[in-house]
């Protein structure tokens, strides 16, 4: 199924080529547009299809793009090349700071957030006339120029098809590593992966960034494509169609975004014989699509294509118990007089107790005394009003959920915490790995989780004697 799903993507990027080596300009038009719409899919795709969140301010990065290449290149007079790694710079830093205030708001504020900042680049490239050119926006952008050649429209054109297939390689690589299933994690269950040791901070943007990065990079080749720019191309309208091109192809799919934006940019234009009846048919064929495919027409056709691996765990004699021994740190976890309230009532009140390393220790009582109120005390998500929780010498009372984790204070849940969307096999591997997720070069290249980590999660799945399906 993988093979045939890697040939068919080939495929299609042989005969993107194939048409623009014989197509006219409208036609080199049309297929280069829709390689800069699914660039900014597949970065979008990393924000809601991998970690769930909704941004509507695309467009801001990719009006930054669009602009740092432009005025670059025609006001500086620098090398595209240049300024196409400037364009990708500027908005991956722009993202990061973004970021960092956006991700102490979730959900419909969050998309808020990400809205106001799209209409403050579109309004501040029509003020700032000196160097955006205001509402009249820049003309004569230069080509691309490599060893004296000087790219001719269909060369364009084709750089765009290549950059796409390599923006979507990359996104292949990163949802299948380490990084993106940490990002499932996080938008599947936040808490639970939080007590695994990941850090929803550092994930999210690093999300951000990576979406804004590739929404500039489009920009600024869609600045050479078109040879002009101006701030009406990038309007909200523009974020929504971004959008629609994740949904309609399909959230956190690889090739969803090629397909959503096959579907948004050529639909229109098969329908331009309806004169202006067209986005009336557009709005309500997008319609027929979302009601007959809600995952995507990309998640749709996997679910109904997709086979349940047969393999089952391997239990070669696993050694459980020294495995166990082995990641143990051998502290002690002392709580000392714990105190918190929720208002008038007091939930834990002069809590003490040492769990010593190799022994079972219960916290008792019935309903409503505040033994899960310990519990997320100890997880830390909870901050107590008086006391300390100590591991070993070390007072961790006031560090998060994740940073417990990665010492060695973990949890589980009477109500099972597990990442649906994930399999058997990978929700014991994101778990094992402690939110260590490699270095950050992962990032940009992949890393699937090596063997020895695959053999450990198939051995502790014999030992339950769970004989399922691993992917």
């Known amino acids: ?63 930054i793009g669009a602009y740092t290449a432009a005025v670059l290149t025609t006001k500086v007079g620098v090398s595209f090349w240049l300024a196409l790694g400037a364009a990708s710079g500027l908005t991956g830093l722009i993202g990061t700071l973004v970021a960092m205030p956006a991700w102490r708001v979730t959900g419909p504020y969050l998309a808020m957030v990400t809205i106001a900042f799209g209409f403050i680049v579109e309004h501040g ?47 292949w690589q990163f949802s299948t590593s380490p ?38 990079l489009a920009g600024a080749l869609f600045a050479v494509l078109t040879g002009f720019i101006s701030p009406s191309t990038f309007s909200f309208l523009q974020s929504i169609l971004f ?29 331009s014989h309806l004169a202006e009846y067209r986005l ?3 709005g309500g064929l997008l319609l027929v699509v979302l009601w007959i495919a809600p995952a995507g027409i990309a998640g749709t056709l ?19 118990l020294a495995f166990l021994t082995q990641r143990s740190n051998g502290q002690e976890l002392r709580v000392q007089d714990l105190r918190l309230a929720f208002g008038g009532v007091r939930a834990v009140a002069g809590v003490s107790f040492t769990a010593r390393p190799g022994q079972v220790t219960s916290l008792i009582g019935p309903n409503g005394a505040g033994k899960t109120t310990v519990l997320n005390v100890l997880d830390g998500v909870y901050v107590p009003d008086a006391g300390a929780v100590r591991l070993g010498d070390s007072d961790v009372t006031g560090l998060p959920p994740y940073a417990r984790a ?66």
């Open 243 to 271: 959008l629609l091109v994740v949904i309609i192809g399909g959230a956190g799919t690889v090739c969803g975004p090629l397909l959503g934006a096959a579907l948004v940019i050529l639909l229109p234009e098969w329908l």
């Open 125 to 171: 490239t029509v003020e700032w006339r000196t160097l955006t050119g205001g509402a009249n926006g820049l003309m004569a952008i230069p080509a691309p120029v490599a060893w004296g050649y000087r790219f001719s429209e269909r060369a364009v054109a084709l750089l765009i098809i290549s950059l796409t297939a390599m923006v979507v390689g990359l996104f």
């Open 302 to 320: 996997a679910r109904r294509l997709s086979r349940v691996s047969p393999r089952t765990a391997r239990a070669d004699d696993a050694d459980v």
């Open 1 to 63: 199924m993988k093979h045939l799903y890697r040939v068919a993507m080939a495929g299609v990027f042989v005969l993107a080529v194939v048409s623009c080596a014989v197509g006219n300009s409208y036609h080199l038009y049309l297929i280069a547009l829709v390689g800069l719409t699914t660039m900014v899919g597949v970065g979008l795709n990393i924000l809601l299809g991998l970690s769930g969140q909704v941004s509507l301010g695309q467009v801001g990065f990719y009006a």
């Open 406 to 471: 990665r010492i060695g204070i973990a949890r589980t849940y009477q109500t099972t915490q597990l990442f649906p969307t994930m399999s058997v096999l990978d929700n014991l591997l994101i778990a094992l790995r402690r939110g260590h997720l490699g270095p950050p070069l992962t990032v940009l290249i992949g890393t699937r989780c090596d063997a020895a980590l695959r053999q450990t999660a198939e051995r502790l799945l014999a030992f339950v004697g769970y004989n399922g399906p691993l992917e």
């Open 280 to 282: 009336f048919f557009f």
């Open 179 to 216: 990084w993106g299933y940490a990002l499932r994690a996080l938008r599947d269950a936040e808490i639970a992966a939080q007590s695994l040791g990941l850090r929803p901070v550092v994930l999210r943007t690093t999300a951000f960034t990576l979406s804004a990065v590739v929404a500039g």
